[in-house]
């Protein structure tokens, strides 16, 4: 293994563990905070911090040459709806312990975005992806014979990723450029919201609790550290490696979920789980043969 291989995977499984360990605790922590409020945090403080980065690395060039594109422009701010959707569905499901449910996704939207490429951008496809992409499929339908115990949580965590993934790949923007216009655009409607829940006295961040409101600030370095650290992995090891590290995400999620917060895990769940760890095992075993 050459040093650049092995220091990205240090870097992509950071990132992942992050996602799957550091990610959850955090969120658990502020989960008396309601969930609306949490995502509006996660996108004002995301956009703030990367406003700071993009002026540092003198990236405005590259920021205003895509606003220049109102085709681009308009796609990110779809891609902006749909990662505000995904960060909601998994803040919810942490908040209401579905970990288990928001595991399920992340096991399976690589897969899905593999289907998704196969469908609309015309990849190349064998019989391990075709076989995976089966099993998700049986999987998803075996929960669906239980109304439930389905996790809706994880469809939606899943779907929303795995089309963000895809339109993303479509304009080819660089992850923090694309973010932070994204950010940007949802901002205004994250503040419209603040708004509506302090009117209420629904709101937790105040400066007259400043110990809160700067672990809500958080929220923000919460989503761009583990992004930045997975990003770099990539740089380093190829998107091989870093595929497969990704899955601690979802198996920290998992476990935390049933052995730290003991959430309910049903035979039909369990079942589907195992199809699902099956379909895993070949999808990392054909991204090992592409290395």
């Not at 502020?30 to 945090?41: A, G, I, Q, T």
């Amino acid at each position: 293994m050459n040093k650049n291989t092995f220091y990205g995977i240090l870097f992509s499984g950071a990132g992942s563990l992050w996602w799957g360990v550091l990610g959850v605790l955090y969120f658990k922590s502020v989960s008396f905070v309601d969930p609306l409020e949490l995502v509006v945090h996660r996108t004002v403080w995301t956009a703030f911090l990367l406003l700071f980065t993009i002026t540092i690395y003198s990236k405005w060039n590259d920021v205003f040459l895509i606003l220049r594109n109102i085709k681009k422009t308009l796609i990110l701010f779809i891609c902006g709806i749909l990662i505000v959707t995904n960060w909601f569905t998994w803040i919810y499901a942490v908040v209401t312990n579905r970990l288990v449910d928001a595991s399920f996704g992340y096991y399976i939207f690589p897969i899905l975005s593999v289907f998704f490429g196969i469908i609309f951008l015309r990849e190349k496809y064998n019989r391990k992806k075709i076989l995976a992409i089966g099993l998700i499929i049986i999987s998803v339908i075996l929960l669906l014979f239980n109304f439930q115990s389905t996790p809706w949580v994880g469809l939606i965590v899943a779907i929303t990723w795995s089309t963000y993934t895809l339109i993303r790949k479509k304009i080819k923007v660089q992850t923090d450029i694309g973010l932070f216009i994204e950010s940007i655009f949802m901002t205004p409607f994250a503040i419209i919201v603040f708004y509506l829940l302090s009117k209420d006295g629904n709101n937790f961040f105040s400066p007259s609790d400043l110990k809160i409101s700067f672990w809500l600030f958080l929220a923000g370095a919460m989503t761009l550290i583990p992004l930045f650290l997975f990003l770099r992995g990539v740089e380093l090891s190829g998107l091989g490696p870093s595929g497969m590290i990704f899955f601690f995400a979802p198996t920290g999620q998992f476990l935390l979920g049933i052995f730290y917060y003991g959430e309910h895990l049903d035979i039909n769940k369990l079942i589907s789980f195992i199809i699902i760890w099956i379909a895993v095992i070949i999808y990392l075993q054909d991204l090992a043969n592409d290395k």
